[in-house]
């Protein structure tokens, strides 16, 4: 069975270990890096559906048609002319131009895909040529060869996280951390409609999506139109990428979010969710001021008196969300912490924004969650479509003190910790059956484990007796050799054969302790195992049903059971 977290570590460790030992930098490695990740994943996929093509085409006078690009239409992959295939590359002659070779197969790709035309990286011509010939093989290996499912999106996830903790691509800007995305996406719940990320970076709102659908057995690519716009061109040649790698589509457009205004979905969206950047200044007054997506009084929060430029767009972002969201449209996005309390003209804004009782829920988040600030973020929450019973409510989480902690300078959420916080959200929302399917998850797997106790505590029956028969086989060999010391000398009035008989006696009375604690562990383990027995076959035997754990959104009663919050969370 693949262990893709083992998988993962041995790519990055022998990448990295090859850049390393190159002229580049991380800046300059990080895309074509994850361009060969694309190109063999696009060659898998090919390969797969070309086998499932071929075996369909008819067949006349017992030859068949050549396949075409248009055979390829809606089965999730790219048509790739033999060029841009990873194979031909591998096993290009020894005096080729591999850098050359590639680049071409880029350009190959890109003439084929139009959501890829001019996204893919063709800069290979700058490494080594021994270096790309290492790369190219990394890529290559068995277990990628045949990895099947969404291996290879986990694979470039992974990546992108290490070059952004690395400090490629721009200061990591690009990429959200995996726990953030993914209580944003718990929350939400983005299962239908158009889905709009306008600070999208490398679009891990839309993949994370996908993941949150494909749990569900659902297709994304059936039910969500993806947008996201992206001031960085890099940014926005890595959100198609993802999208591209992961078998999604969307519409991916560069632009300058505070300008560069997408009409036609405003009021539109069914879900919108972003990561902004934060606390901008420079933004201009006077090409903002009659914005349509400004909807309060106040609409810019402040303008700085030294550089007459917006003091500070974080409520521009916020109201931006607000209005692309249509009447039944939820928003989850990240926010500076200084947003929630921000006086003057934010706190306007802000009072504006509460009175539309659209505001759902606001999580703190403690510090150390992104790869390159240490600040800490709140995760804010809008739900237009929220119940009458609710929408004088707004729930609060305060999660600074729940994290778990991967390194000296990163922190995220464990699984189960996700869970709990998502389950907070479940009972505001009066789904009290969503909860207790988790907690009877948890049981479940609780008894799961308990189960194999029993073989655990068997094993250590065979050692322990061998243990006790050496140790009782060295006992008796030690009288045997007590003659050969009476020939010593004294040693403070006692021969050598007097000190090691009481070395012995010392040592038989700590064997007969020890045996003595291993009978009585024998029968502590047999009466554990009795009691395991009867709890799991009463458990078996009195186990409901399990619940179901992802209802629709509109799924359970509101009431007004206060939530749980506190730091008590895993």
């Given at each position: 069975m693949?262990n893709?977290?083992?998988l993962e570590?041995?790519?990055?460790?022998?990448?990295?270990?090859?850049?390393?030992?190159s002229k580049l930098?991380?800046?300059e490695?990080s895309?074509?890096?994850?361009?060969?990740?694309f190109?063999?994943?696009?060659?898998?996929r090919?390969?797969a559906v070309?086998a499932e093509i071929e075996?369909?085409?008819?067949?006349r006078g017992?030859?068949?048609r050549?396949i075409?690009k248009?055979?390829f239409?809606?089965?999730s992959?790219?048509?790739?002319p033999?060029?841009?295939?990873?194979?031909r590359i591998?096993?290009?002659?020894?005096?080729?131009?591999?850098?050359?070779?590639?680049?071409?197969a880029?350009?190959?790709i890109?003439d084929?895909?139009q959501?890829?035309q001019g996204?893919?990286?063709?800069e290979?011509?700058?490494?080594?040529?021994d270096?790309l010939?290492?790369?190219?093989?990394?890529?290559?290996?068995?277990?990628?060869?045949?990895?099947?499912?969404?291996?290879?999106?986990?694979?470039?996830?992974y990546?992108?996280n290490?070059?952004?903790m690395?400090?490629?691509q721009?200061?990591?800007?690009f990429?959200?951390?995996p726990?953030?995305?993914?209580?944003?996406?718990?929350?939400?719940?983005?299962?239908?409609?158009?889905v709009?990320?306008p600070?999208?970076?490398?679009?891990?709102?839309?993949?994370?999506?996908?993941?949150?659908l494909?749990?569900?057995?659902?297709d994304a690519?059936a039910?969500?139109?993806?947008?996201?716009?992206?001031?960085s061109d890099?940014?926005?040649?890595?959100?198609r990428?993802?999208?591209?790698?992961?078998?999604?589509?969307g519409?991916?457009?560069q632009?300058?979010?505070?300008?560069?205004?997408w009409e036609?979905?405003?009021?539109?969206?069914?879900?919108?969710?972003s990561?902004?950047?934060?606390n901008?200044?420079?933004?201009?007054p006077?090409k903002?001021?009659t914005?349509?997506?400004?909807?309060?009084?106040?609409?810019?929060?402040g303008?700085?008196?030294k550089?007459k430029?917006?003091?500070n767009?974080?409520y521009?972002w916020i109201q931006y969300f607000?209005?692309?969201?249509?009447?039944r449209g939820?928003?989850g996005?990240?926010?500076?912490?200084?947003a929630?309390?921000?006086?003057?003209g934010e706190?306007?804004?802000?009072?504006e924004?509460i009175?539309?009782q659209?505001v759902?829920?606001?999580?703190?988040?403690g510090t150390?969650?992104?790869?390159?600030?240490?600040l800490?973020?709140?995760?804010?929450?809008?739900d237009k479509?929220?119940?009458?019973e609710?929408?004088?409510?707004?729930?609060?989480i305060?999660?600074?003190?729940?994290?778990?902690?991967v390194?000296?300078?990163i922190?995220?959420?464990?699984?189960?910790q996700?869970?709990?916080?998502?389950?907070i959200?479940?009972?505001?929302?009066g789904?009290?059956?969503?909860?207790?399917?988790?907690?009877?998850?948890?049981?479940?797997?609780t008894?799961q484990?308990?189960a194999?106790?029993e073989?655990?505590l068997?094993?250590?029956?065979s050692?322990?007796?061998?243990?006790?028969?050496?140790?009782q086989?060295f006992?008796?060999r030690?009288?045997a050799s007590?003659p050969l010391?009476?020939?010593?000398?004294?040693?403070?009035g006692?021969?050598?054969?007097?000190i090691?008989?009481?070395?012995i006696?010392?040592?038989?009375?700590s064997?007969s302790?020890?045996?003595?604690?291993?009978?009585?562990?024998?029968e502590?383990?047999?009466?554990?195992?009795?009691?395991?027995?009867?709890?799991?076959?009463?458990?078996?035997e009195n186990?409901l049903?399990?619940?179901?754990?992802?209802?629709?959104r509109?799924?359970?009663?509101?009431?007004n059971?206060?939530?749980?919050?506190g730091e008590g969370l895993?």
């Amino acid at each position: 069975m693949l262990n893709i977290s083992q998988l993962e570590s041995s790519l990055w460790e022998a990448a990295d270990q090859l850049r390393a030992n190159s002229k580049l930098n991380a800046n300059e490695y990080s895309m074509p890096v994850l361009g060969l990740i694309f190109l063999r994943h696009a060659t898998n996929r090919f390969n797969a559906v070309n086998a499932e093509i071929e075996k369909g085409l008819p067949s006349r006078g017992g030859r068949k048609r050549p396949i075409t690009k248009d055979d390829f239409k809606g089965k999730s992959a790219i048509f790739l002319p033999i060029e841009a295939q990873y194979d031909r590359i591998l096993n290009l002659a020894e005096n080729a131009d591999i850098g050359k070779a590639i680049n071409a197969a880029m350009k190959a790709i890109e003439d084929e895909t139009q959501m890829l035309q001019g996204v893919l990286p063709k800069e290979y011509t700058s490494f080594e040529q021994d270096l790309l010939y290492n790369l190219v093989r990394i890529f290559d290996r068995e277990e990628l060869r045949t990895a099947t499912g969404d291996v290879f999106g986990r694979i470039y996830e992974y990546f992108l996280n290490k070059f952004a903790m690395s400090g490629a691509q721009e200061g990591g800007e690009f990429f959200t951390p995996p726990s953030l995305v993914r209580t944003i996406v718990n929350m939400i719940e983005p299962d239908r409609g158009n889905v709009l990320d306008p600070a999208c970076g490398s679009a891990g709102m839309f993949v994370q999506t996908g993941h949150f659908l494909e749990n569900r057995g659902e297709d994304a690519a059936a039910k969500i139109t993806f947008y996201g716009q992206e001031k960085s061109d890099t940014n926005t040649r890595l959100a198609r990428m993802n999208l591209a790698v992961h078998a999604l589509e969307g519409i991916i457009r560069q632009g300058n979010t505070f300008y560069d205004r997408w009409e036609e979905l405003l009021g539109e969206c069914d879900f919108v969710m972003s990561n902004p950047p934060f606390n901008v200044d420079g933004v201009s007054p006077e090409k903002v001021k009659t914005d349509p997506r400004l909807f309060t009084e106040k609409k810019i929060p402040g303008i700085a008196a030294k550089t007459k430029a917006v003091s500070n767009a974080n409520y521009l972002w916020i109201q931006y969300f607000y209005s692309y969201l249509n009447q039944r449209g939820r928003a989850g996005f990240v926010m500076a912490s200084s947003a929630s309390d921000a006086g003057h003209g934010e706190k306007e804004i802000r009072e504006e924004l509460i009175a539309t009782q659209a505001v759902d829920m606001i999580i703190s988040i403690g510090t150390n969650f992104f790869y390159t600030k240490s600040l800490p973020c709140t995760l804010w929450f809008f739900d237009k479509g929220k119940p009458a019973e609710r929408q004088d409510k707004v729930l609060m989480i305060d999660a600074r003190n729940v994290y778990r902690v991967v390194t000296r300078k990163i922190r995220d959420f464990s699984e189960e910790q996700l869970q709990n916080i998502t389950a907070i959200a479940w009972l505001y929302r009066g789904q009290q059956e969503r909860y207790l399917g988790l907690v009877q998850d948890y049981l479940n797997k609780t008894h799961q484990e308990a189960a194999t106790i029993e073989g655990a505590l068997t094993q250590l029956e065979s050692p322990l007796a061998k243990l006790t028969q050496l140790l009782q086989n060295f006992s008796d060999r030690l009288g045997a050799s007590l003659p050969l010391l009476k020939e010593l000398p004294e040693v403070e009035g006692l021969v050598a054969e007097d000190i090691a008989n009481q070395n012995i006696e010392t040592f038989r009375a700590s064997l007969s302790e020890l045996e003595a604690g291993i009978k009585e562990f024998a029968e502590a383990r047999q009466d554990l195992i009795g009691e395991l027995q009867v709890h799991l076959a009463w458990f078996a035997e009195n186990n409901l049903t399990p619940l179901p754990p992802f209802p629709t959104r509109e799924g359970g009663k509101d009431n007004n059971s206060p939530p749980l919050v506190g730091e008590g969370l895993g």
